[in-house]
Each structure stands twice: as structure tokens, then as C-alpha cells.
């Protein structure tokens, strides 16, 4: 079965994430950190579920503002990506809002937005690149797997 992909709704995601991000940098403003790390955190555990992905799926996507652009892909390095950015975030958040460490905070939500943009606008996923070594490494768990 060939699995798929909408790339479109990869890239509102990484906009979100590095629109969201920057403005609680700009604003100061760390509880923004951590709403973006947590609608990773959510969008990773349920795909479907991401706050992102759904603006998109319910409002954008059937007004036209955005098309898909639907590919053959596999969706699991892309959620590992996303798990990585919200730990990134969600470590970020506690930094700055637990520990009162600006420095380790915004450095942390600073690497997630220029990830996200590095994917966005030069069509590189690092987390997608890391998920490929790990698991050419043997180190990607593959549930279900077992019995192939």
C-alpha cells in the first residue's frame, strides 16, 4: 500500500510553527512556546488531531485558499520530525517558564524555527534526514512490524 502525503499542510504547519514561535520571541511571550509545543505534541501523538493540520483540513483547504499537493510519501519521518520540535519546544517552555533560563529557552524555540524554516524553504526535513539514519542504524522501532 503506498502511503501519502499532502505537502501543503506540511508547510502551513512549519508557517504555523515558525509564525507562532517568532511572535512569542518578538512579544516575549514563552506560554506562545509552549502552545505551539503542545499542538505538536497532540499532532504527533493523533495526526488528525493537530490544531494546524486541522485549520487546514476544515478552513483552508475547502475555501480554496490553499490546494493540496498530495504525494507519494512516508508520513512517519514527518511525525517524527514533529515529535522532535515539540520536545524542543516543550524543554524550550519549560526553560523559560519553569526555570527562568532565557538563554537555554529561546535557543531551544530558535532551533525549531529555523528547522522548520530550512524545511519550508529549501524543502529539507533534518528531522525527516535523522528518522532515515536512525533507522538505516536499526534504531526505528516499526510497530506491527514483528511478523513480516
Not at 526555570?99 to 524554516?117: H, S
Request: with cysteine; proline share 5%; aromatic share 10%.
Amino acid at each position: 500500500m503506498t502511503k501519502k502525503v499532502d505537502t501543503t499542510a506540511i508547510k502551513f504547519n512549519q508557517a504555523c510553527i515558525i509564525g507562532f514561535t517568532v511572535l512569542g520571541f518578538v512579544l516575549n511571550q514563552p506560554l506562545l512556546v509552549l502552545f505551539v509545543g503542545l499542538v505538536l505534541l497532540i499532532g504527533t501523538i493523533l495526526p488528525n488531531a493537530g490544531l494546524f493540520k486541522q485549520v487546514y483540513q476544515q478552513l483552508l483547504k475547502p475555501n480554496g485558499l490553499l490546494k493540496a499537493n498530495v504525494i507519494d510519501d512516508d508520513p512517519e519521518p514527518h511525525q517524527f520530525a514533529q515529535g522532535v520540535g515539540s520536545l524542543f519546544l516543550l524543554a524550550g517552555s519549560a526553560a523559560l517558564l519553569l526555570f527562568d533560563n532565557a538563554g537555554v529557552g529561546w535557543a531551544l524555540a530558535w532551533t525549531v524555527i529555523v528547522l522548520a524554516g530550512v524545511n519550508l524553504f529549501l524543502n529539507f526535513c533534518t528531522g525527516c534526514f535523522v528518522y532515515y539514519q536512525l533507522d538505516r542504524a536499526g534504531l526505528m522501532p516499526h510497530p506491527g512490524a514483528e511478523g513480516k
